[in-house]
T-cell receptor, first 111, second 110 residues
């Protein structure tokens, strides 16, 4: 167990809806990164938050947004859901910009 | 687009053998390199990190990095059936962007 928690575990949404996923980082970690993992693929980097600021972003559209709170927990928000957004969403925490430890993930299904 | 390439496998090795997993990456500016293990239905678990050329050993695992060849590998000695999983190579750029390969599936046969 890494100490990184995510909620909810599973989620079913309809196309066009909005979703918020949550992550609590491991104690002492100040950096959170979010990833999307489609079946059979490696995780795709969405963005990273470091000390409450977005610190890096992958090739995801602006409808993917996030927040990091003073306690270093984080949210991932996805607007205007599309069928292709169905995936496992992973949160990873780290101390600074080094080794990342993953939470159990949230399985999102868009119908 | 920064690429991280891995052979998808499956790589099959007998119990007790050495498993060799390989990864190449496209961006010469990459600065950090990681190996993760992912069991089916679970999230990735960090095995090793390596930042400089050469070998790094941790128990049965050895990571090897060659920045000139843009190549990173993972050796698993004395492979066990419990090592059967998908192994993901991850590469960090500027320490704020990370790219994963699609993973190599390893089967260790008893």
């Amino acid at each position: 167990e890494t100490g990184v928690t995510q909620s909810p575990t599973h989620l079913i949404k309809t196309r066009g809806q909005q979703v918020t996923l949550r992550c609590s980082s491991q104690s002492g970690h100040n950096t959170v990164s979010w990833y999307q993992q489609a079946l059979g693929q490696g995780p795709q980097f969405i963005f990273q938050y470091y000390r409450e600021e977005e610190n890096g972003r992958g090739n995801f559209p602006p409808r993917f947004s996030g927040l990091q709170f003073p306690n270093y927990s984080s949210e991932l928000n996805v607007n205007a859901l599309e069928l292709d957004d169905s995936a496992l969403y992973l949160c990873a925490s780290s101390l600074g910009l080094t080794e990342q430890y993953f939470g159990p993930g949230t399985r999102l299904t868009v119908t | 687009q920064k690429e991280v390439e891995q052979n998808s496998g499956p790589l099959s090795v007998p119990e007790g053998a050495i498993a060799s997993l390989n990864c190449t990456y496209s961006d010469r500016g990459s600065q950090s390199f990681f190996w993760y293990r992912q069991y089916s239905g679970k999230s990735p678990e960090l095995i090793m990190s390596i930042y400089s050329n050469g070998d790094k050993e941790d128990g049965r695992f050895t990571a090897q990095l060659n920045k000139a060849s843009q190549y990173v590998s993972l050796l698993i000695r004395d492979s066990q059936p419990s090592d059967s999983a998908t192994y993901l190579c991850a590469v960090g750029y500027n320490f704020n962007k990370f790219y994963f390969g699609s993973g190599t599936k390893l089967n260790v046969k008893p």
